[in-house]
């Protein structure tokens, strides 16, 4: 990727997993899970306009999976972008068809505005804006959830752990992240007990997902295949940035 990039490099923090707080490291993923379940069933008692997003990475099918178990109507959406791999695009129609998740049940979005012609080797930042936050909005504005769910986690960096709860409220509704203390490794352990399908980049060497320009395979850290050699080095979309979700 060009590194004739705008803006400052923001140094994000990616949390090593040697450095994992023990409360959240040291726990069992079943643990986890029936926390999560619970938790998830509770939402779901009391609220029955809420809806999972979705970008089928490996957090992405865990969450989409827990919901499922409590309520196999719950309704989901996806964002996508021009430069979604064609890997996930052939993976996503394959568990839409398996765990039958009529267009009804799961509706995709995507930005109506054009961006500039590779506006990610600019200004990615922007580019996100315009494919992904902007697309969330619209969906949150079309389905009116009380709350929407997401699989944030919280050991993918500092900001996530310090800065994000498991209820929170973001572009003015209630929002989910019922796996913000599982680490990539409960990720994986829930992902094989379950035999839950898996997005066939991760088998390419891919620890965390996105479009393919602002993806490379491997690295030391979870995000460190994101955005290489950009000021977004390692870090965020937007999507789940709290400072500008209101702006
Ligand atoms: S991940 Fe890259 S290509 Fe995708 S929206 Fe962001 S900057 Fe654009």
């Known amino acids: 990727m060009s590194k ?4 400052k490099n923001i140094r994000y923090r990616q ?13 069992e993923t079943h643990e986890k899970e029936q926390e999560a379940l619970s938790f998830l069933e509770g939402v779901l008692a009391k609220n029955s306009n809420v ?4 970008s089928f990475g490996k957090d992405s099918m865990v969450v989409l999976h827990l919901c499922l178990r409590i309520d196999p109507d719950i309704k989901g959406f996806m964002v996508t972008t021009p ?37 990610y080797l600019t200004d990615p930042k922007e580019c996100c804006r315009i494919n992904k936050v902007e697309p969330l909005r619209k969906a949150l504005k079309e389905l009116k959830p009380y709350a929407w769910i997401s699989g944030l986690r919280g050991t993918e960096s500092d900001e996530r752990l310090e800065k994000h709860s498991k209820i929170e409220e973001q572009y003015g509704i209630v929002k989910i992240n019922p796996i913000l203390d ?6 994986w ?5 379950h035999n839950i399908p898996v997005n066939p980049l991760y088998s390419k060497g891919y620890r965390s997902l996105g479009c393919t320009p602002c993806m490379a395979p491997g690295g030391e850290l979870e ?8 000021p977004l080095e390692g870090g965020e979309c937007g999507i789940h940035t709290l400072e500008t979700s209101d702006a």
């Open 4 to 7: 004739k990039c705008v803006g």
């Open 15 to 27: 949390v090593h997993p040697r450095n994992v707080k023990p409360e959240i490291s040291f726990r």
């Open 51 to 54: 809806v999972v997003a979705s």
């Open 189 to 193: 352990k829930y992902t094989a007990i």
């Open 83 to 119: 430069n979604k791999p064609v890997d996930t695009t052939v993976f996503r129609q394959h568990v839409i068809k398996e765990w039958d998740l009529s267009w009804q049940k799961f509706q995709v979005f995507r930005s109506e505005e054009p961006a500039p012609d590779k506006l």
């Open 182 to 187: 599982w680490t990539e490794l409960d990720v």
């Open 223 to 230: 995000r460190s295949g994101r955005w290489q050699n950009t």
